[in-house]
């Protein structure tokens, strides 16, 4: 996940460079981040939830 963020966030950045629009690229990386770290700690929850019972 670490690699997949850092490579997300470099591809952000060249494109932000590329076409000087800074906000919207690491906007869309940060909220895909959330929703990906969201989404992990739910399937992590249901598969604590189903080990424990």
């Known amino acids: 996940m670490?690699?997949?963020v850092l490579e997300m966030l470099g591809?952000?950045?060249?494109?932000?460079?590329?076409?000087?629009?800074?906000?919207?690229p690491l906007t869309v990386i940060g909220v895909a981040?959330?929703?990906i770290s969201y989404l992990a700690s739910l399937a992590l929850r249901a598969l604590e939830r189903r080990l424990v019972h």
């Open 2 to 4: 670490a690699i997949t």
């Open 33 to 35: 981040f959330i929703v």
């Open 11 to 24: 591809q952000a950045r060249l494109f932000a460079q590329q076409n000087f629009q800074f906000t919207e």
